[in-house]
């Protein structure tokens, strides 16, 4: 029951890791006080991951050697350290600019060390160590790159901490799942997939204002579901609740990442705020969007976009957690029977 919940911590921490990566790489427009402010709590929330993983590690069966223990007290330590470093960043006003990013990046390094001495645990998997250390020295390697070429400038060093942020936080989603399945890491794939192609791609051609399709919603609502209709064909009818997953995984993110994505692809410079509550139904009756179905058109409030994001999260949770108790449903299907096959050869012959 602790190894669940400890699990559940990692795969919500990584998440919000997730999101906050994205605020803070659509943010850089903003103020110098509220993107210092954004900058210690993301490397707070990076450092947050570190103490995290010292801790599952310490409460692991058969992790009684001298080593071990030392290691994961002092991955817990890296991460208190480094958590410390964000919130004096955060919290004293006598700090110049230059001096908070050399305090961040001084936490951004703690914890890379952090995820490094994590790899050397042998209870980790071997595709989980590889990718600790990977993202451990990956950090390391990039906050003193980015202080030797280009100092302490504070925007390129929130885009470093950005990048830094989402990759650790899908890495933390992936441990926190453990997935023991082939075809639970083919699910994982898929809604990485789904993810990227409905942040970046759909909203690529979704942000211009210049749209000029007939019944531009229903195509919309096509486009999500267009690509895993792919599994369908090869999984059979029996995978359409998957493919509608996907598909609602798409405009989930396409819904609540337009102007995220918009900040920082477009440069569009809408305060996000505002719109992310408008999105989520806290604007009440306030017209959001309007949504073209050809021969009508609708006017999307804030309460029914809300309610439409809300159950779309349900049903995804939902199904994808189906999905990733039962892997063994996740087999492509041949045309003919293999017995029917053999017999015809058989008498043939």
């Given amino acids: 029951m602790r190894v669940e919940a400890g699990r559940l911590a990692q795969v ?3 998440l919000f890791s997730i999101g906050f990566a994205i605020v803070v790489l659509a943010g850089p427009q ?3 006080t509220g993107l210092l402010y ?3 709590e993301a490397v707070a929330v990076l450092s947050a991951q570190t103490v995290l993983a010292g801790g599952r590690l310490l409460t692991k069966a058969g992790e009684r050697s001298w080593w071990r223990l030392i290691r994961s007290w002092g991955i817990v330590g890296v991460g208190v350290i480094a958590v410390a470093l964000s919130v004096f960043a955060i919290l004293d006003p006598t700090l ?5 990013v050399f305090v961040l990046a001084l936490a951004v390094i703690s914890q890379g060390l952090g995820r490094a001495m994590q790899s050397t645990g042998v209870t980790l998997p071997r595709w989980l160590r590889g990718s600790t250390l990977a993202t451990g020295v990956f ?10 070429f280009y100092g302490f400038a504070l925007t390129s060093f929130a885009i470093l901490v950005g990048v830094i942020l989402l990759i650790s936080g899908i890495e ?20 990485l997939f789904s993810s990227f192609y409905g942040l970046v791609l759909i909203n690529w051609i979704d942000l211009p204002d210049n749209k000029v399709v007939p019944a531009y919603g229903l195509w919309l609502i096509l486009t ?3 690509p895993f209709g792919v599994l369908i064909v090869f999984q059979g009818l029996e995978a359409w609740p998957l493919a509608t997953s996907l598909g609602l995984l798409v405009s989930l993110n396409n819904d609540l990442g337009y102007f995220f994505i918009g900040n920082l692809i477009f440069g569009t410079h809408v305060p996000l705020a505002p719109w992310i509550a408008g999105q989520l139904g806290f604007e009440g009756s306030q017209v959001v969007t309007v949504f073209d179905g050809g021969f009508f058109t609708l006017n999307v409030t804030s309460w029914m976009m809300g309610l439409s994001i809300y159950a779309r999260v349900a049903v995804v949770a939902a199904i994808l957690y189906h ?22 050869v058989g008498e043939e012959g």
């Fill in 224 to 226: 999500y579901m267009a």
């Fill in 172 to 191: 933390t989603v992936v441990a926190g799942v453990h997935p023991t399945d082939p075809r639970q890491f083919v699910l994982l794939k898929l809604i």
């Fill in 30 to 32: 903003l103020s110098l």
């Fill in 139 to 148: 950090s390391v390697v990039l906050v003193v790159a980015s202080v030797a």
């Fill in 38 to 40: 954004l900058l210690g």
């Fill in 96 to 100: 110049e600019a230059t001096a908070v």
């Fill in 12 to 14: 919500l921490l990584g």
């Fill in 323 to 344: 999905w990733w108790r039962h892997p063994g449903e996740i087999v492509a299907r041949a045309a003919l029977p293999l017995e029917g096959s053999v017999a015809v």
